[in-house]
Structure formats: C-alpha cells, structure tokens
C-alpha cells in the first residue's frame, strides 16, 4: 500500500512553481492537498484570493499526482488540524516558507514523519511563487534588526537613539500582522500600487507615514514602517523624541548586504492577533530606553565590521531590552523556541512587535527549515 502524503496551502494563481511541489510531494506517496479557504486566506493575508476556493479545489484536483483534495474546514495557520486526524497521513510535506514549528510539534505528537521541500523548480522553468505573480508584490517589507520601539516619542524621550532596519524584497508573502510593516505596505499599496516609485526615498516615505497616520490617528504608526519598506538597503534612523528622525544612515554596499543576507534566518511562528495589545503591561524608563539605544548603537558598527557574533550579541541585546519595557511582545511558546535554538546562533529577535511573526535569528550556520530573505539595492 503507497504511503498517504498530504500538504496544505492556498495554491491561488496556480502556477509552475505549484505543480512542481505536488510532483516532489507526490514522490513519497499518494497525494492528498488540503486548501486553504477564502475566510482563511483573507484572515492571515489580509487580502481576497485571485481564485475562490471553489476554483482553487477544481484545478487543484485535475491535476494528475493529486490523489483527492478538499477546503480545509478550520481556520489559521492549522486550518487543516480535523482533516489530518481523519486522514491520518504518513507524510507531511510543506515548502520552507510554510514550515513552523507548531506544525512540526503536531507531526511528532501524531507519529507523521514531516519533510520541508528543496522547492526545486521543474526542467529548465524559472522558480514560481504566488507573490511573484501578483502585481503589488514589488512593494517591499522591512526588518528591524535593531532598537525598534525607539521610533516612538514615549520611548525616545527617555533616551535618544536608533532603529536599524532593512528593506526585504516579496520573495515570500508574509503574513499579516507579523512584524514585517505589513501595515504600511498596504497603504503603499495603496498609494504606488505595484511598486515604489523613483525619487527622493525620504520624501516618498514622509508622503507613506502621513498617508497611514491622518490627522487625529489614536495610535501613530512608528515613522520606522514606511522608512523601512521605502528606503532600500540598511539603513540607521536616530529618534530624539520626535516621530521623525533627526538623522537618517543608509548602506548600499553590496559586500555588506550579502553578507547581512547570508547571515539572516526566520521561522515562522503565527500571525499578531486581531485583539492583541502591545501596549499594555509596559515598563517604559530610561533605563529600558538607554539599553536599546546603546544595543542598537553596537549592532550597527558590528555591522560595518561584518563581525557576527558581535551583531548577534547586540541584536539580542536589543531584544531584551525591548521586552523589559513591552513584556507583552512575547509568549511562553515565543520563549520556548528560542531556547531551543539559541546555543547554535549568535542572536535573535522577534520580528517586529507582533508576539509571533516570525524568529529572526543571526548565525553562520544553517539553520534547518528557516527562510532566508534578500534586501533591497
């Protein structure tokens, strides 16, 4: 009897890309694709699909190597958690930038062995993803590397200092509410459409942090979200109380951004909550305010020094200076699958303030099943 493969996924737009994961997952056995729904697609990517579901299982169930596939019934990131019980697959085939570690832990407890795809593209086809496809792709994410937090008044008052980011291209889409300016990028979206324009990078970000943050905003976005997704490359922004920065850094040397790139991985956890609140809980001084200014400080010549345990020290620093001041930016589950990864890499953060997202780690080695990212030139 053939071994019952299953993945799950969205799958909208089918393309290439797609069908060349279905081949692989199918070398294993017989497939069964469990689909996204349209409710669960717009919940964790905050957009409507191309195609419904409806069309999406159509297509999806024509295709040769597919032995049956449905909608999932559930929703979130495990909207497939009643049919794999009732499946109860031997393989759980997911592509790297659909790995987590919840699923994962579910495998392991269930006795599913789980296998991340090498994502190789078929013959000579170029490499297909969903988010290439779609026009407003070329809108940028950001990461900040260090000292966020720092780009609020209520923070920098305390303490001037920095926030690091830099500019990641949309080689994946990553989900909503995570941390990675998903926020602002929908503005931009709105705003450029498909792609940032050419011109003054400062001023089209002044013209993004105005447009998200009309007069008489409750909770002003951090002017760190639209410089981050704005101005490619690394770069530094220094706060001294105000919600622009005095002082603006950026490097475009392309040694650095591959060595920052080479460096760079993310796990994926789960989307920021609709009713999570950052805010409360917080601890805000300046002692808190003085930690991650001069953490943030020694990232950066760290960076300039392509010293890896140096910004990996300095990034973590960060890191616990910001959940000293906002504790509830992490979770007991957050806590734990750091400690299950930190003796083998150098730091480690959470992306943005989400309580999920994704764990961004800096190491020179490996790290199995993470997602690497590329920056903006």
Known sequence: MNKKVFVSGCYDMLHSGHVAFFEEA???GDLYVGIGSDKTINELKARKT???DAERLYMVNSLKVV???????????LDFLEELHTLNPDI???????????KEALCKEMNIKYIVSRRIPHGNLPARSTTALRQECRIPYRIDIAGGWLDQPYVSKYASGSVITIC?????????????????????????HNDIPEGDKEKLA????????PPGTKYVSGSQDSLGITMPGLNKYLYEGTYWPTDIQTIMVSDLLEWIEARIWMIPLYPREMDYDVLANT????????????????CWKALQQQDAAAVGNAMTQSFEAQIAMFPDMVTPDILAQIDHYKKDVFGWKVSGAGGGGYLIFFSEKPIKNAIQIRIRR
Request: charged share 25%; aromatic share 12%.
């Open 26 to 28: 199918a070398q294993q």
């Open 50 to 52: 191309i195609n419904s």
């Open 67 to 77: 032995k049956e596939a449905w909608i999932n019934r559930g929703s979130g990131l």
């Open 92 to 102: 759980f085939f997911v592509n790297a930038d659909g790995h987590t570690p919840q």
């Open 168 to 192: 990641v291209e949309p080689d994946y889409e990553f989900n909503d509410r995570s941390g990675m300016s998903t926020s602002s990028r929908k503005k931009a979206i709105e705003l450029w």
């Open 206 to 213: 002044k013209t993004l942090f105005c447009f998200e943050n």
């Open 283 to 298: 601890h805000i001084d300046e002692k808190g305010a003085r930690w991650l200014s001069e953490a943030t400080d020694s």
